[in-house]
């Protein structure tokens, strides 16, 4: 956890929008979407839930005019699953992202575009995608560490 708060220390500056990404009918797909509806209410960030559309969350996001956008994500990335890790650019718009059409390039360009060039990509490995699928119990564990990690920095 303490590796994993260092690391997004000197990634996250100033104002901050954390997106979470996700379907929660999809068992681990829905770890973005649960993070940000989990935090809600208990820290300093601005938090936008994106679903699995999170094209439609653009405008909002540069409304806000963050200096840091973080996007949290269930992505396919070979390891084991409920390993947290954080992408570049370049990995994140190679990704397979779990449920979710969006070209990665599009969103990040998007912002790019409105002045937000801070994107910090937190990918989760899942273990389980199936619909209507629980969580499971190693990305359930991602989860509740991401909350500790968010509210000790934003808290």
């Known amino acids: 956890m303490e590796s994993l708060k260092n690391k997004l220390e000197t990634l996250i500056k100033g104002k ?23 935090l809600k209410g208990k820290i300093a960030a601005e938090l936008i839930d994106a679903g699995t559309t999170p094209e439609n969350y653009l405008g909002p996001i540069a409304r806000i005019k963050p ?31 779990s449920t979710h059409a969006m070209n990665p390039d599009f969103f990040i360009n998007y912002l790019k ?13 899942p ?9 499971s119990p190693v990305v359930a564990q991602g989860l ?6 968010f509210s000790s920095l934003f808290g």
């Open 16 to 38: 901050t929008v954390l997106v979470g990404m996700g379907n929660p009918l999809k068992a681990d797909d829905g770890i973005g979407s649960l993070l940000v509806q989990n």
């Open 67 to 97: 200096a840091t956008v973080v996007i949290i994500d269930a992505l396919h990335f070979n390891e084991q699953p409920g390993t947290l890790k954080i992408f570049k650019e370049k990995e994140f718009a190679t990704l397979s992202l």
């Open 113 to 125: 575009d409105k002045g937000i060039t801070n994107i910090v990509f937190l990918g989760v490995q």
């Open 127 to 135: 273990k389980n995608v199936s619909f209507g699928g629980e969580m």
């Open 144 to 149: 509740e560490t991401l909350e500790k990690v």
